[in-house]
């Protein structure tokens, strides 16, 4: 794969009005999203429940690329067809979770440390021949007053966006770097606004200094919103006006789009915030802004699927086109709630 392909597969992710399916969660993660539904977290169910995602008839329409958890990339439908086949056909591209989770930084408690790098090249070389065209690394930071993210573990996360990357870009695959501030906590818009602007600067140094192709990946990272238990509520509009201001200050413009997670937003809000920033701000920014989201995406439709049965199956799947219609729309600032 030559870089110029890398750069037409990063475009295409982020071409509007397309976005991303992320459904990566790894096993652990898809525990406790089965559990809020009362199922059990077994391999068939997890294989079933992907089925449902990826066989969403016309699902090619709203989204570009899907992000799969690397047990998926080799399973099949319960009448035998390879789950990336059925994407090929739908025009969608294939993407691979690559790193291995996260795990505690020494001296550092309550902060975590991404996990993947060691072995990534021949991990790569498995995912390419099984269709994928994409990868996606992510780190985790959480908010704790001043006190953290720490900058030695900014600092140690960036510098692992700084291995993965060029590791993907040399062994064929698109990276998308996926910093994410967490909205766990009380902290305020300002809080996040500055922590996501510190984790950015740092993160695209790295990239830099490793010599990164910018036109060849893709950035996935968090809206600028206050923690989850904080009490106070802020317009579309300041939401907007905060991240497309820290996004402006950090982000190189040879990036060819920006795709955001849904975190711990509802629907709704993570919906129209996207919404208002391409309404407001599409015209002068150089990246397009679009949407990787799971929660965002995923979550209605999998309260459906859940309660069983093949109208819930057909049903959960048609929320699954809603959703992603809905998104669609607010990558062009054209969503209405
Ligand atoms: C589906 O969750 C992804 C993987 O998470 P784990 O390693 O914890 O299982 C995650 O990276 C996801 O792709 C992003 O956070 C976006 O998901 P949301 O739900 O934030 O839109």
């Not at 140094?205 to 923690?227: D, H, S, Y």
């Not at 809000?269 to 996207?274: G, I």
């Not at 669609?328 to 969503?335: C, D, P």
């Amino acid at each position: 794969m030559t870089q110029e392909d890398l750069e037409g597969i990063a475009r295409k992710l982020v071409k509007k009005p397309k976005g991303i399916l992320a459904m990566d969660e790894s096993s652990g993660t898809i525990k406790q999203r089965f559990e809020s539904v009362g199922l059990e977290n077994t391999a068939e169910n997890r294989r079933a429940y992907r089925e449902m995602l990826i066989t969403t008839p016309s699902l090619g329409e709203y989204i570009s690329g899907v992000i799969l958890f690397t047990e998926t990339l080799n399973q099949k439908t319960s009448d035998g067809k390879p789950f990336v086949e059925i994407l090929k056909e739908e025009g969608i591209i294939v993407g691979v979770k690559v790193d291995l989770g996260t795990r505690p930084y020494p001296n550092f408690p309550d902060e975590l440390v991404t996990d993947g790098i060691d072995g990534l090249a021949k991990r790569i070389a498995e995912y390419t021949q099984q269709g994928a065209k994409f990868a996606k690394c992510r780190a985790v930071f959480s908010i704790y007053g001043n006190e953290r993210p720490t900058k030695a573990v900014i600092n140690a996360n960036a510098q692992r966006f700084g291995e993965y990357a060029p590791i993907c870009q040399n062994e064929g695959l698109v990276p998308i770097v996926e910093p994410e501030v967490l909205m766990d906590g009380s902290h305020s818009l300002e809080d996040c606004m500055r922590v996501t602007y510190d984790v950015l600067s740092m993160v695209f140094n790295k990239l830099l200094e490793n010599r990164i192709n910018f036109k060849a990946m893709i950035l996935k990272t968090n809206i600028v919103v206050p923690g989850n238990e904080s009490k106070v509520s802020y317009s579309p509009d300041e939401v907007a006006e905060k991240t497309v201001r820290v996004l402006k200050s950090t982000v190189p413009e040879d990036i060819p789009g920006i795709a955001f997670l849904s975190g711990d937003l509802s629907d709704e809000d993570a919906t129209t915030y996207l919404n208002v920033m391409n309404q407001r701000y599409a015209i002068e920014l150089p990246w397009n802004l679009t949407f990787s989201f799971n929660r965002g995406l995923t979550r209605e439709p999998r309260k459906i699927w859940a309660q069983g049965g093949p109208d819930n199956f057909k049903n959960a799947q048609r929320m699954l086109l809603q959703r992603a219609k809905e998104t669609s729309l607010a990558t062009e600032g054209k969503y209405q709630a």
